[in-house]
T-cell receptor
Framework: DGGITQSPKYLFRKEGQNVTLSCEQN?????MYWYRQDPGQGLRLIYY???????QKGDIAEGYSVSREKKESFPLTVTSAQKNPTAFYLC???????????????FGAGSRLTVL | DAKTTQPPSMDCAEGRAANLPCNHS???????VYWYRQIHSQGPQYIIH???NNETNEMASLIITEDRKSSTLILPHATLRDTAVYYC?????????FGSGTKLNVKP
């Protein structure tokens, strides 16, 4: 079945450590995204990539880094510069639907990061 | 860029229609409206989207006002399994702007 796989599902990190969250998709989608979700809040965009070897900052990119070396992979690194990294992280992918401009996101199951 | 706002919670009786509102007063002419739902600690699931016209699929109906400043997601016969957080979002191609979500409680 096609879909998006995020790993690990749960991750604990000590302060000052970098951590990388994996996101892999087999949907042949061009665009991939990383969102952060905090309790009781909506989804906030961290980074997105429309094509291999290109990515753009979202609304809350500070303290995060990404790479897009392969179409199917878009890993997110949470660096020690991120002041409040404890959150639920969601990866998504999409393709533009025909010529309409509509763009449906498919989400992974998420990764929950806790800083101890 | 559009900002979407939603009520934080709503109750609905099982078997009745659930009507979830969303305001997107700054939406531009080429931005679509999307609805997703999220069951606790899972990834959001796509429900429906629209631009100007009302839309219906096997899951729900979407009503968009003529001025496009608000929309309503309708679940025609809510079941207990429809209890979730429902997110409204607007998008122009690759950037999505999500509301803070409405927690729908379907009660027996």
């Amino acid at each position: 079945d096609g879909g998006i796989t995020q790993s690990p599902k749960y991750l604990f990190r000590k302060e000052g450590q970098n951590v990388t969250l994996s996101c892999e998709q087999n949907l042949n989608h061009d665009a991939m995204y990383w969102y952060r979700q905090d309790p009781g809040q909506g989804l906030r965009l961290i980074y997105y990539s429309q094509i291999v070897n290109d990515f753009q900052k979202g609304d809350i990119a500070e303290g995060y880094s990404v790479s897009r070396e392969k179409k199917e992979s878009f890993p997110l690194t949470v660096t020690s510069a991120q002041k409040n990294p404890t959150a639920f992280y969601l990866c998504a992918s999409s393709n533009i639907l025909g010529n309409s401009g509509a763009n449906v996101l498919t989400f992974g199951a998420g990764s929950r990061l806790t800083v101890l | 860029d559009a900002k979407t706002t939603q009520p934080p919670s709503m109750d609905c009786a099982e078997g009745r229609a659930a009507n979830l509102p969303c305001n997107h007063s700054t939406i531009s002419g080429n931005e679509y409206v999307y609805w997703y739902r999220q069951i606790h600690s899972q990834g959001p699931q796509y429900i429906i989207h629209g631009l100007k016209n009302n839309e219906t699929n096997e899951m729900a109906s979407l009503i968009i006002t003529e001025d496009r400043k608000s929309s309503t997601l309708i679940l025609p016969h809510a079941t207990l399994r429809d209890t979730a957080v429902y997110y409204c979002a607007s998008s122009n191609f690759n950037k999505f702007y999500f509301g803070s979500g409405t927690k729908l409680n379907v009660k027996p």
